[in-house]
T-cell receptor, first 113, second 115 residues
Framework: AQSVTQPDIHITVSEGASLELRCNYSYGATPYLFWYVQSPGQGLQLLLKYFSGDTLVQGIKGFEAEFKRSQSSFNLRKPSVHWSDAAEYFCAVCLYTGNQFYFGTGTSLTVIP | EAGVVQSPRYKIIEKKQPVAFWCNPISGHNTLYWYRQNLGQGPELLIRYENEEAVDDSQLPKDRFSAERLKGVDSTLKIQPAELGDSAVYLC?????????????FGSGTRLTVV
């Protein structure tokens, strides 16, 4: 069955520390891959996306993600977390342009001073 | 650019009552989606429109949910009657097929509480 897995329900990091959020997918072919962030009471904001080409993609707010085909993973990273990064992060896949998104269950990030 | 506009932002209703949500997509975006996000979960697709045609409504609970997109612009999602389990955030998104998923944008959502 097709699925997107975010194994970490909740992560707590100190401000200034590095961050890595995990995402694994299970599909027959390489889908389009996305990371979204959702602040409380807000909609989803796109952080970055991967369609093809360079497997390391840069996004907004200093985030980056690396696609690893062999591991079916698309992990999100940030070298130094800011308090304003506290939010819910969703990994999503889409099989082709215009098709629906399949979301993971999300990872809640807490940033402590 | 206003983005995807949804209203209302919040709605509290008693069970068995009807409720409607409205979405105005980004101008020129032909594809419109309604997603439901349950607490602690990722969004799940309810229905997808290409212009005024519902091209994927396989996950829409048709016994109580309905949607329309007259004239292929704004859209309304309705629940009648609402049940306690319908409490969730209802998200609208739109995309321009010419840009594909480069132009996929979500609205801020409507948070529904059924009591």
């Amino acid at each position: 069955a097709q699925s997107v897995t975010q194994p970490d329900i909740h992560i707590t990091v100190s401000e200034g520390a590095s961050l890595e959020l995990r995402c694994n997918y299970s599909y027959g072919a390489t889908p389009y891959l996305f990371w979204y962030v959702q602040s409380p009471g807000q909609g989803l904001q796109l952080l970055l996306k991967y369609f093809s080409g360079d497997t390391l993609v840069q996004g907004i707010k200093g985030f980056e993600a690396e696609f690893k085909r062999s591991q079916s993973s698309f992990n999100l990273r940030k070298p130094s977390v800011h308090w304003s990064d506290a939010a819910e992060y969703f990994c999503a896949v889409c099989l082709y342009t215009g098709n629906q998104f399949y979301f993971g269950t999300g990872t809640s990030l807490t940033v402590i001073p | 650019e206003a983005g995807v506009v949804q209203s209302p932002r919040y709605k509290i209703i008693e069970k068995k009552q009807p409720v409607a949500f409205w979405c105005n997509p980004i101008s020129g975006h032909n594809t419109l989606y309604w997603y439901r996000q349950n607490l602690g979960q990722g969004p799940e697709l309810l229905i997808r429109y290409e212009n005024e045609e519902a091209v994927d409504d396989s996950q829409l609970p048709k016994d109580r949910f309905s949607a329309e997109r007259l004239k292929g612009v704004d859209s309304t999602l309705k629940i009648q009657p609402a049940e306690l389990g319908d409490s969730a955030v209802y998200l609208c998104a739109s995309s321009d097929p010419g840009q594909g998923n480069y132009g996929y944008t979500f609205g801020s959502g409507t948070r529904l509480t059924v009591v």
